[in-house]
C-alpha cells in the first residue's frame, strides 16, 4: 500500500487541524526528535480517521454508524496505540490501520451498550438506538464491528496473526466485562461481614468489581498500546509492562470516573452529579459503603436503593462523606496509578520517550471532567 496515500494529508506536510503552528509532515525516526505528544498524535490521527469508513446504502444503516463517529470524543485508545508505537521507533503505517480498528471496535461497544442501559443521550446527543431506532442501532454496531476488522486485514503478514490474537482477546474480555457488569446490576446490595470480598453468590465484593472494570474497560487501554508496542518492534517484556500500565491506569480512571459522579463540579464534568446514585449503579464508592459503614448506614444506604426521590442523591453523599469516601478514593486511584508508573519505569527504553506517556496518565487522572 502506498503509504502516502494512507496517512493522507498529514504525510503532505499540511497544517494539523485545530493548531497551525504544528505541521504533521511524516513522523521521524526515533533518533531524530523526542515523541509527539498526545494532543499531536491526536491531530494526526483525526486527519484521516474523520473520513468516512462506510459506503452510501443502505443508508439508514450506514449513517446510523457514520453518526456516532461524528460525536466526537478524546480517541484517548487509538492515539495509545500510536503512542506504543512511536515509544519504540517511527510510526508504522500498520499502526494507523490497528487504531481506527482499535476506535470503530470501541464505538461498537458504545451503540450496544447504550441500547443495553437504555439511555437516550451519549456526548450530548441522541443516542443511535434513540435517533434511528434500537434493530438499526444493533446492525450498525454489528457492521462497525466488521470494518474494524477490515482495517486490521490490511496489516502487513509479519505482524497480522500477532496483532489478531491480540485484538480478539481484548475484545471477548470487553464483552466478558459488561455481562458482568450486567450481572452486578442484579446482584444484591448487602453488607459484608467477612471483609470486603463478601459473599460471592449475593453481593458484589471489591475484588468483583475490580476484575469486571479490568475486563470492561481496561484491557482496551492496556491492549491498545501493546499492538502499538509490537508494531514499533519492541520485544514481549516491554509490551507486556506496558499492557500492565495501560489496564492499570484504566482502573485508576474509572476511580476517578466514580469520583466525579458523587463528587464532581456538574459543569466541569458535563454530567448531572449523582447520576451513578440515582441508576444504583454499583461504583467503588457504594460497594466500600457498604463494607465501611456502620449497620445504620448500610440500612439507610440499601432502603435509598429502593426509591428515586428527590432527597436520595444528597442522603447518599451524606454517607459517603461520613464514610470519608472521598479521601479514600484518591487514595485508591493513586495506588493504580503508582502501580501504573511501576510498569511504565520498567519498560526499557530512554526516560524522555515516556514523557507523553506520563503527561497523559497525569492529565486522565487529575481531569475534572
Same mark, same amino acid.
Given at each position: 500500500?502506498?503509504?502516502?496515500?494512507?496517512?493522507?494529508?498529514?504525510?503532505?506536510?499540511?497544517?494539523?487541524?485545530?493548531?497551525?503552528?504544528?505541521?504533521?509532515?511524516? /513522523?521521524?525516526?526515533?533518533?531524530? +526528535?523526542?515523541?509527539?505528544?498526545?494532543?499531536?498524535?491526536?491531530?494526526?490521527?483525526?486527519?484521516?480517521?474523520?473520513? +468516512?469508513?462506510?459506503?452510501?446504502?443502505?443508508?439508514?444503516?450506514?449513517?446510523?454508524?457514520?453518526?456516532?463517529?461524528? !460525536?466526537?470524543? *478524546?480517541?484517548?485508545?487509538?492515539?495509545?496505540?500510536?503512542?506504543?508505537?512511536?515509544?519504540?521507533?517511527?510510526?508504522?503505517?500498520?499502526?494507523?490501520?490497528?487504531?481506527?480498528?482499535?476506535?470503530?471496535?470501541?464505538?461498537?461497544?458504545?451503540?450496544?451498550?447504550?441500547?443495553?442501559?437504555?439511555?437516550?443521550?451519549?456526548?450530548?446527543?441522541?443516542? $443511535?438506538?434513540? @435517533?434511528?431506532?434500537?434493530?438499526?442501532? #444493533?446492525?450498525?454496531?454489528?457492521?462497525?464491528? $466488521?470494518?474494524?476488522?477490515?482495517?486490521?486485514?490490511? /496489516?502487513? +503478514?509479519?505482524?497480522?496473526?500477532?496483532?489478531?490474537?491480540?485484538?480478539?482477546?481484548?475484545? *471477548?474480555?470487553?464483552?466478558?466485562? %459488561?455481562?458482568? =457488569?450486567?450481572?452486578?446490576? %442484579?446482584?444484591? !446490595?448487602? +453488607?459484608?461481614?467477612?471483609?470486603?470480598?463478601?459473599?460471592?453468590?449475593?453481593?458484589?465484593?471489591?475484588?468483583?468489581?475490580?476484575?469486571?472494570?479490568?475486563?470492561?474497560?481496561?484491557?482496551?487501554?492496556?491492549?491498545?498500546?501493546?499492538?502499538?508496542? !509490537?508494531?514499533?518492534?519492541?520485544?514481549?517484556?516491554?509490551?507486556?509492562?506496558?499492557?500492565?500500565?495501560?489496564?492499570?491506569?484504566?482502573?485508576?480512571?474509572?476511580?476517578?470516573?466514580?469520583?466525579? =459522579?458523587?463528587?464532581? =463540579?456538574?459543569?466541569?464534568?458535563?454530567?448531572?452529579?449523582?447520576?451513578?446514585?440515582?441508576?444504583? @449503579? @454499583?461504583?467503588?464508592? #457504594?460497594?466500600?459503603?457498604?463494607?465501611?459503614?456502620?449497620?445504620? %448506614? /448500610?440500612?439507610?444506604?440499601?432502603?435509598?436503593?429502593?426509591?428515586? =426521590?428527590?432527597? *436520595?442523591?444528597?442522603?447518599?453523599?451524606?454517607?459517603?462523606?461520613?464514610?470519608? &469516601?472521598?479521601?479514600?478514593?484518591?487514595?485508591? *486511584?493513586?495506588?493504580?496509578?503508582? %502501580?501504573?508508573?511501576?510498569? #511504565?519505569?520498567?519498560?526499557?527504553? &530512554?526516560?524522555?520517550? @515516556?514523557?507523553?506517556?506520563?503527561?497523559?496518565?497525569?492529565?486522565?487522572?487529575?481531569?475534572?471532567?
Amino acid at each position: 500500500m502506498n503509504e502516502k496515500n494512507f496517512i493522507g494529508d498529514t504525510y503532505s506536510g499540511k497544517k494539523a487541524l485545530g493548531n497551525p503552528s504544528i505541521v504533521l509532515n511524516k /513522523v521521524p525516526p526515533s533518533g531524530t +526528535r523526542g515523541p509527539h505528544s498526545f494532543r499531536e498524535l491526536s491531530q494526526l490521527f483525526d486527519t484521516k480517521f474523520s473520513n +468516512r469508513h462506510f459506503p452510501q446504502h443502505p443508508e439508514m444503516l450506514y449513517n446510523a454508524a457514520q453518526y456516532l463517529l461524528t !460525536l466526537g470524543g *478524546k480517541r484517548i485508545r487509538p492515539v495509545m496505540c500510536l503512542m506504543g508505537n512511536e515509544l519504540f521507533d517511527e510510526i508504522n503505517p500498520d499502526t494507523f490501520h490497528v487504531a481506527t480498528a482499535i476506535e470503530l471496535f470501541h464505538n461498537f461497544t458504545l451503540i450496544h451498550d447504550d441500547i443495553m442501559d437504555k439511555a437516550p443521550m451519549r456526548r450530548g446527543m441522541q443516542t $443511535v438506538h434513540i @435517533k434511528y431506532g434500537e434493530a438499526t442501532a #444493533l446492525l450498525s454496531g454489528d457492521v462497525m464491528m $466488521v470494518v474494524a476488522y477490515e482495517y486490521l486485514n490490511k /496489516v502487513n +503478514r509479519e505482524f497480522i496473526h500477532r496483532i489478531l490474537a491480540l485484538f480478539n482477546t481484548m475484545a *471477548k474480555q470487553v464483552c466478558e466485562g %459488561q455481562q458482568l =457488569d450486567m450481572e452486578f446490576a %442484579q446482584r444484591a !446490595l448487602q +453488607r459484608s461481614s467477612d471483609g470486603p470480598s463478601g459473599d460471592k453468590n449475593n453481593s458484589v465484593s471489591f475484588e468483583d468489581y475490580v476484575s469486571m472494570i479490568r475486563l470492561k474497560t481496561s484491557v482496551l487501554l492496556g491492549a491498545s498500546l501493546q499492538a502499538g508496542a !509490537l508494531l514499533g518492534g519492541a520485544g514481549t517484556g516491554n509490551q507486556q509492562h506496558l499492557y500492565e500500565f495501560g489496564t492499570n491506569l484504566g482502573i485508576a480512571f474509572q476511580v476517578q470516573d466514580d469520583y466525579l =459522579d458523587a463528587f464532581g =463540579d456538574p459543569e466541569k464534568f458535563g454530567k448531572k452529579q449523582g447520576g451513578d446514585i440515582m441508576a444504583n @449503579k @454499583k461504583t467503588f464508592l #457504594l460497594i466500600q459503603a457498604l463494607h465501611s459503614g456502620t449497620p445504620s %448506614q /448500610v440500612e439507610e444506604l440499601q432502603q435509598l436503593m429502593q426509591t428515586n =426521590d428527590d432527597n *436520595k442523591i444528597p442522603r447518599v453523599l451524606n454517607i459517603y462523606r461520613a464514610c470519608n &469516601l472521598g479521601d479514600w478514593a484518591k487514595e485508591l *486511584k493513586q495506588s493504580y496509578m503508582a %502501580q501504573a508508573m511501576v510498569h #511504565l519505569e520498567e519498560t526499557a527504553v &530512554l526516560s524522555a520517550r @515516556k514523557k507523553p506517556l506520563e503527561e497523559l496518565a497525569t492529565y486522565l487522572l487529575d481531569r475534572e471532567i
